[in-house]
């Protein structure tokens, strides 16, 4: 079966799953911030394949995700890091964290808790407005288009439904919205 390809739709949640939406990519990413970094400790907590390890850690690389650094000459063996970008994703996971923690954790509790070492609490991730710093729901948010938008999909009758004539947020919701997508299959 192929797989469809979301890296070409003007939506971010699309091409950020379409690099790296699936199972073991984001439990590589977690082990490099649980302080994995080398080939061996990946296949050690995750018992995930070679082959498949191989081709995530390639793909994370290829994205300027992680950073291949050489730490031994003889044989030559190599360490993965996360850049800035990859650094940037730790929020991401935290959140995916604090939703399992709510929603999936058994009667014992969290099975995992993170700290902030600057505070020294238990902490979990939140999402809240950069600019007032209140709490993010999706009753207070409304989208709409921005800049990066395709000029040639903006009169689109199905982007018009969504994002209303003058690329505003419509402001009733539409009871089918969020399984509006164009036959295309490109996102709109």
């Not at 950073?67 to 994703?89: C, I, S, W």
Request: glycine share 10%; net charge negative; aromatic share 8%.
């Amino acid at each position: 079966m192929r797989r469809t390809s979301f890296a070409g739709w003007p939506c971010s949640i699309a091409r950020t799953v379409d690099l790296l939406g699936d199972a073991w990519t984001l439990l590589v990413l977690r082990e490099i911030f649980y302080g994995e970094s080398r080939f061996d400790g990946f296949i050690d907590s995750l018992g995930i394949a070679r082959n498949t390890l191989t081709d995530r850690l390639r793909r994370l690389e290829d994205a300027g995700i992680l950073e291949r650094r050489a730490y031994q000459m003889d044989p030559v063996r190599h360490e993965y890091l996360p850049t800035e970008k990859g650094r940037d994703f730790f929020g991401v996971l935290a959140a995916l964290n604090a939703w399992g923690d709510r929603w999936l954790a058994d009667d014992e509790g969290e099975p995992v808790l993170m700290r902030h070492t600057v505070c020294g609490h238990d902490t979990r991730a939140r999402v809240v407005c950069s600019s007032c710093g209140e709490p993010l729901s999706s009753e207070d948010v409304t989208v709409r288009t921005g800049p990066g938008y395709p000029a040639r999909l903006r009169d689109d009758p199905l982007v018009k439904a969504r994002f209303g004539a003058d690329g505003q947020a419509v402001d009733e919701r539409l009871p089918d919205a969020a399984g509006l997508s164009s036959p295309e299959g490109d996102g709109r």
